[in-house]
């Protein structure tokens, strides 16, 4: 990639986006070293962590469904849907 234009495309959703990012890991790469070699990477340790939690099975069909349709992976809808009802109940009190 060294010495090439990099493109990346314009997005209609965030699911065709992690599509292409899934079909074009060197891109993904390739950027990385760029900003580690400038120093432009920012790292945040603790921002995020991984947990396992069970999780009926109708539900996480139900939101593997509804994410699709909204064209996000369900990972990403559920994290999204988590950061809401959290948000309510702390303004709940």
């Known amino acids: 990639m ?4 990099m493109t990346i ?3 209609r959703s965030e699911k065709e986006e992690a599509e292409w990012w899934d079909a074009h890991p060197e891109v993904a ?4 070293k760029k900003a580690l070699r ?3 990477v920012q790292r945040r340790p ?3 962590r991984i ?3 069970r999780i009926p099975v109708r539900d996480l069909e139900a939101a593997q469904e509804l994410a699709e349709r909204k064209g996000l992976p369900y990972q990403t809808y559920m994290k999204m849907l988590l950061h809401q009802a959290l948000e309510k109940e702390r303004v709940a009190g």
């Open 9 to 11: 495309p314009k997005f």
């Open 29 to 32: 790469t390739w950027l990385l």
């Open 2 to 5: 060294a010495g090439r234009k």
């Open 46 to 48: 603790g921002e995020t």
């Open 38 to 40: 400038q120093g432009t």
């Open 51 to 53: 947990v396992t939690m």
